[in-house]
C-alpha cells in the first residue's frame, strides 16, 4: 500500500512513522508536516531525523501549515519543548521542501486511486490540499485519520487535540467524500497503552531505535502520571498506521462525524452511528474500543525487532494476559 503521512512529530508520532517505514506492507512515498504537538520548524526538524535515524532518507519531506486556517496556533505540553522529550536527533542529511499542500495534490494525482493518505496530526495540510484540489478525495485510495473521540476528549471535555487544533480544517476533511475514510479516535487509542514492563523492554533490546524509544516516552509516561495518575502512556498514532496493515486489530463501526467548529464543544467530533441514525450517511468508518492491544504490541515490537521475537512474546504474554 502506497501511503503519505502527515504528522507533526510529537513521540507517538516519531514511533509511528518508524513503524510505518519499517513495515513492508507500506510503501510511504512521502512526509508532510504541519504544526501541533510543536510549530512546524521543529516537527519539520523532528521528521527528518526520523527519516535519518530509519536510514530513509530517500523519502520526500515537505512542511506545511504553520497554524490552523483561522485564530491562533494551539500546542500540546505531552512532549516536552521539542517533541521528542529533549531526546535530540541528527537531521543533517534530510533536505526539507514547502508546500506540503501541493505536494499532496501533485503525489494523489500523479498515481490516481493509489494513494492512502494518512493524517496523524491536525488536519490543516489536507484541508488546504481541497483547496487546490477540490476533487482531490475521489482521486485517493483512501484516508486514515488518527483523531476525534466518540466519548470524551483529552484537551477538553468534549474535544480530541488533533481535530481541537482546526476544527474547521477537520470538519472540511470529513464532508469531502474520501473513499474508505477511517476515523482512529482516543475510544481506541485508549487501549493502545504502552505497561511498564513493555517499555523496559524496549531498554533491554539491543537495538539503536529500541532505546531511542525507551529514551523519547520518558517525558510521555511522566506527561500520563501527572496528568492522569497512570503508569504508561498511550501510543495514539502508531495504531492507526498499525491499522493500514492489520485492520483485524480494531473493530470498525460505521458513523456520521461531524466537527464542532464554535463554543464550548469546539473541537468534538459528534459520531453518530448509522445503525442507530439510519437517516444519516455514513461519512466515516470509526475506531470503537474493542481492541487487540496485546496483539498490536506484538505487531509494533516484532516489526521494529524482529530479531526480538522470543523475547517480545513472552514479556507481551506477561503485560497483557487476561
Not at 507517538?12 to 518508524?18: E, G, M, T, V
Not at 498490536?296 to 506477561?318: A, C, K, M, N, S
Amino acid at each position: 500500500m502506497q501511503i503519505l503521512i502527515d504528522t507533526d512529530p510529537g513521540i507517538d508520532d516519531a514511533i509511528a512513522l518508524l513503524l510505518a517505514l519499517q513495515c513492508p506492507d507500506l510503501d510511504v512515498v512521502g512526509i508532510t508536516t504541519v504544526a501541533g504537538n510543536v510549530g512546524l520548524e521543529q516537527a519539520t526538524r523532528n521528521a527528518a531525523g526520523l527519516l535519518q535515524l530509519a536510514g530513509r532518507t530517500d523519502i520526500p519531506l515537505h512542511y506545511g501549515a504553520a497554524g490552523p486556517l483561522s485564530g491562533p496556533s494551539r500546542s500540546s505540553a505531552a512532549h516536552g519543548l521539542d517533541g521528542l522529550g529533549g531526546v535530540a536527533l541528527p537531521h543533517d542529511r534530510v533536505e526539507a521542501a514547502p508546500d506540503a499542500a501541493q505536494f499532496i495534490v501533485d503525489t494523489v494525482n500523479a498515481s490516481p486511486g493509489e494513494v492512502t493518505l494518512v493524517t496523524i496530526g491536525p488536519l490543516t495540510n489536507l484541508a488546504l490540499a481541497l483547496e487546490l484540489d477540490p476533487g482531490l478525495a475521489g482521486k485517493t485510495g483512501g484516508l486514515m485519520m488518527m483523531g476525534g473521540a466518540e466519548g470524551a476528549g483529552n484537551i477538553t471535555p468534549s474535544a480530541e487535540f488533533n481535530f481541537w487544533c482546526d476544527p474547521p480544517a477537520a470538519q472540511r476533511v470529513l464532508a469531502a467524500g474520501f473513499p474508505n475514510p477511517i476515523m482512529v479516535g482516543l475510544d481506541a487509542t485508549h487501549q493502545a497503552f504502552m505497561s511498564p514492563g513493555v517499555r523496559e523492554l524496549l531498554y533491554q533490546i539491543d537495538h539503536q531505535q529500541a532505546r531511542f524509544i525507551f529514551q523519547i516516552t520518558r517525558e510521555y509516561a511522566d506527561y500520563y502520571w501527572r496528568t492522569h495518575r497512570q503508569v504508561g502512556a498511550e501510543l495514539c498514532d502508531v495504531l492507526a498506521i498499525a491499522l493500514l496493515s492489520r485492520p483485524q486489530l480494531v473493530k470498525l463501526v460505521d458513523a456520521h462525524v461531524e466537527i464542532s467548529t464554535n463554543g464550548i464543544t469546539e473541537g468534538r467530533s459528534v459520531v453518530a452511528r448509522t445503525d442507530r441514525f439510519r437517516d444519516l450517511a455514513p461519512n466515516a468508518k470509526v475506531a470503537t474500543s474493542d481492541v487487540a492491544t496485546r496483539e498490536f504490541f506484538e505487531f509494533l515490537l516484532t516489526t521494529l525487532f524482529p530479531d526480538d521475537r522470543g523475547d517480545i512474546v513472552r514479556v507481551l504474554d506477561h503485560e497483557y494476559r487476561r
